[in-house]
């Protein structure tokens, strides 16, 4: 059964850090992009950034760019998101995806699968 795990969540004040890690079983991470995604209430789901199989391509949207940095560890078949000066507006549940590589990677549609998701809080 293909299955996406994320974890790392919580709750951390406005500058703090946090690692989110998505763990993949049943299938081969490496085969797939693996993009993250936000949801805040009464938000749209928002790709934030994916990082290609092969070459290891990584994308960020502008809102968390020089922020945020994605990782991968097919040995671990685990991707990571390592998340510094965190705002409030950042608060939302993250979820990854996995799906093909495309350059449009934000889009939630060109992604198979997709985790539980974890809560972020950044307070103020």
């Known amino acids: 059964q293909l299955q996406l795990v994320e974890s790392g969540g919580g709750l951390v004040q406005t500058g703090g850090s946090l690692r989110l890690s998505c763990e993949a079983s049943g299938f081969t991470l490496d085969s797939y992009a693996i993009g993250w995604f936000r949801q805040a209430p009464g938000k749209e789901r928002e790709g934030i950034s994916c990082?290609?199989?092969?070459?290891?391509?990584?994308n960020y949207a502008d809102s968390v760019k020089g922020r945020f940095t994605i990782s991968r560890d097919n040995g671990k078949k685990t991707v990571y998101l390592q998340m510094n000066s965190l705002k409030p507006e950042d608060t939302a549940i993250y979820y990854c995806a996995a799906g093909r590589y495309t350059v449009m990677w934000a889009l939630p549609t060109k992604y198979d699968y997709w985790g539980q998701g974890t809560q972020v809080t950044v307070s103020s």
């Open positions: 990082i290609s199989s092969t070459f290891g391509i990584t």
